[in-house]
């Protein structure tokens, strides 16, 4: 076991403060810069009209071909979280480790609750691929090799992107794949939360019919997800459910990646760091459906 690993496990399997911020503090050395793998880093394209409708776009200048894109929506529990800012570790290491694989890499920042309840994040996630499918062609990304990667409340709303919640009836989902690290998919199976009903609205009989496991077992869209062992009990539930839905629904297993020894944070706080052992697996789901 490598000393990394010893120090996480020590965190425990609570998501508290102290182990989000005593994770950020192993990761935020590791992490790679844009500017170490030569990217080119462009910031903040308005996507929609509010403030938070904002992106940064990572891409490699030198690159000839169209580049599949990969579009990070982050966490937060629905009520915090970003993109990151120039000069931070996270999640600018999103952008590099998506350019050193040979993609084109997006993070972008979305609506929070209170202010702004469900169907917020799907709304958003819907502007923003419309946003770039219009200009992917000018930062060498291929508008037609899209895969959206979405953590905790950020896999979530991917979630319910696939799902067309908050979209037109019938549209399409304009996207060769999805990578959900630790999402929330069934409300019911969730139980209580003052930052679920922040997003999803106090009357819980009303979150059966915003919840995505249904959607999730049912698509035929290419989708990735994973679980680490130390997270909380509530999202080693969710993977459980959403494992035993797409079987009875597809008789098919899901693409659920299990990663040893991390926590509900670590898994994307890792990425392009020497101690990566998600990035690989995501880089390789890239390019089996951009293919």
């Not at 990667?149 to 399409?172: E, Y």
């Not at 106090?202 to 989708?223: E, F, G, N, V």
Request: net charge negative; with cysteine.
């Amino acid at each position: 076991m490598s000393d990394l690993s010893t120090r996480l496990r020590a965190l425990g399997v609570a998501f508290t403060p102290d182990q989000l911020n005593g994770t950020r503090d192993l990761y935020a050395p590791l992490a790679p810069t844009p500017e170490a793998v030569g990217a080119r880093a462009r910031r903040n394209f308005h996507y929609g009209r509010d403030d938070r409708h904002v992106l940064d776009v990572f891409a490699h200048p030198g690159k000839v071909a169209l580049s599949p894109v990969v579009v990070f929506v982050h966490g937060g529990g629905f009520v915090q979280g970003d993109k990151g800012k120039e000069g931070e570790p996270f999640y600018n290491n999103f952008g590099a480790w998506a350019v050193r694989e040979g993609f084109v890499g997006v993070t972008m920042t979305y609506r929070l609750a209170p202010a702004h309840g469900w169907p917020a994040g799907p709304e958003d996630i819907e502007s923003a691929i419309h946003f770039l499918r219009q200009g992917l062609r000018a930062e060498g990304g291929d508008p037609d090799r899209i895969v959206l990667i979405g953590q905790s409340a950020g896999a979530t709303h991917v979630a319910s992107w696939i799902a067309r919640q908050g979209c037109a009836p019938g549209s399409p989902t304009p996207v060769a794949g999805a990578v959900l690290l630790s999402g929330i998919y069934d409300l019911a199976l969730a139980g209580p939360s003052p930052m679920h009903d922040a997003y999803y609205g106090a009357d819980r009989a009303l979150h059966p019919q915003r919840s995505t496991l249904s959607a999730l077992a049912a698509t035929s869209l290419p989708c990735l997800f994973t679980i680490g062992e130390l997270e909380p009990p509530l999202f080693q539930a969710q993977a459980a459910a959403l494992v035993a839905a797409r079987w009875a629904a597809q008789q098919r297993y899901p693409e659920m990646h299990y990663l040893p020894g991390h926590n509900h944070v670590s898994s994307i706080m890792q990425l392009g760091s020497p101690e990566d052992d998600l990035g690989p697996v995501m880089a390789a789901f890239v390019r089996r459906v951009c293919a």
